[in-house]
């Protein structure tokens, strides 16, 4: 039996700073040794969002012994370690760079070699975690800066269906979470307020519905949630916007997916029709249980990640890793950190004022 390959995974994109050690089993389906995550949600919640500097200075006093524990917990010793991947973008420059500069040093002190990975990529794969999974399938990934359907073909083959044109979903979350008042990140709280309100109280829009295929748009709901917002004058008020909010962003979600799943079987022709949602979003029940019935009615197999995972950690950066590692698809020591790195790189740009579906 070949000696199993160790990964070191380090992640800074935003605000978490996590380090963790993946290997595999004989089946070559990845195992997590350790998995630590420290998250900055403290640091930044009197300012209602992640302030770049701050999570920057909270990365580079964390990383030395975030990645310290991750080796401690896992049992395996520095020696050992087959290849450092790092985040390479797409996130904050500054919060980026830590995280690559300490795995590339690490990499180079250890003459190991030094993998670049997505952080979508990431997300992407984080249902290998727990699920066995071969390619094609198609993926909804939602956190907080991304949401978008994406046909995966194979490792680094990635055709994008259908994405927001503004706001990300979990966006839409955190500034309906806002405006109620609640604090950052507002995303897991609006779900539970949602439980306690009366989804059919407001009537909100809902962009693009009709048009534009699977691509999604939120930025005029939360102009409505914004006008709703300052009326409100009681918490059952509050409950049931959250609800209605909720309410709406699922039947979004409900009728792009269903033209996913047809553009989909169009371009790929899959043998066995397989959805993946990842993400930080993904964590959300009431999403996850619409998502699941609607796999049923159209003979989809569903896939998530454990929820621990939906959020941003670094097994999920190991995972990329690991596969890079089998296929030696190693990167030099002057990789840069990028802010945007999509993973349709052919895809069209579709984002701000003036955009054509
Ligand atoms: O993937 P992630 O950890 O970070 C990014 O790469 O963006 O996603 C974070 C996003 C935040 O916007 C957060 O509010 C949202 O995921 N989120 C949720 C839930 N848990 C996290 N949104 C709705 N319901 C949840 N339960
Ligand atoms: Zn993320």
């Known amino acids: 039996m070949s000696k199993k390959p160790f990964i070191l995974g380090i992640e800074t994109s935003c605000d978490e700073t996590a380090a963790s050690i993946l290997t595999e089993n004989d089946n070559g389906y990845p195992i997590i040794l350790s998995n630590i995550i420290s998250s900055q949600i403290d640091v930044h919640k009197e300012f209602g969002g992640v302030v770049p500097e701050l999570a920057a200075r909270s990365h580079i006093e964390k990383i030395d012994w975030i990645v310290k524990k991750a080796i401690e917990d896992s049992g395996v010793e520095i020696k050992e370690i087959d290849a450092v991947a790092s985040t390479a973008g797409p996130g904050l420059v500054v919060c980026l760079s830590v995280g690559l500069s300490f795995g590339k040093a690490f990499a180079a002190s250890i003459n190991k070699p030094f993998i670049a990975v997505n952080h979508l990529e990431g997300h992407a794969l984080s249902p290998k975690l727990n699920s066995k999974i071969n390619y094609p399938y198609l993926l909804l990934l939602i956190s907080g800066g991304h949401s978008q359907y994406l046909s995966v073909k194979n490792l680094g083959e990635y055709k994008r269906l259908g994405t927001t044109i503004d706001d990300a979903i979990g966006e839409a979350y955190d500034k309906t979470a806002k405006l109620l008042g609640i604090e950052f990140p507002g995303g897991p709280q ?44 009681t918490e059952q008020e509050k409950f049931d916007l959250a609800a209605s909010f909720q309410k709406t962003v699922i039947e979004i979600l409900y009728k792009k997916t269903k033209i996913a799943f047809t553009e989909f079987e169009n371009t790929v022709k899959p043998k066995e029709n397989k959805f993946v949602v990842a993400g930080g979003v993904a964590a959300n029940k009431k999403i996850r249980d619409m998502l699941i019935n609607l796999c049923k009615d159209k003979s989809y197999e569903p896939i998530f990640p454990p929820i621990e995972l ?17 296929l030696k698809q190693f990167n030099n020591l002057d990789y840069p950190a990028k802010p945007r790195w999509p993973l349709d790189e052919k895809a069209k740009f579709l984002k701000g004022a003036g955009v054509k579906l």
Request: hydrophobic content about 40%.
């Open 310 to 326: 939906c959020g941003d950690n670094a097994a999920m950066i190991a995972v990329v890793g690991l596969e890079k590692f089998k």
């Open 190 to 233: 609006i779900e539970i307020l949602a439980e306690k309100g009366d989804p059919h109280r407001y009537n909100l829009p809902k962009p693009i519905f009709n048009k534009g295929g699977c691509n999604l748009s939120f930025a005029g709901l939360k102009t409505a949630i914004l006008k709703v917002s300052k009326e409100i004058k």
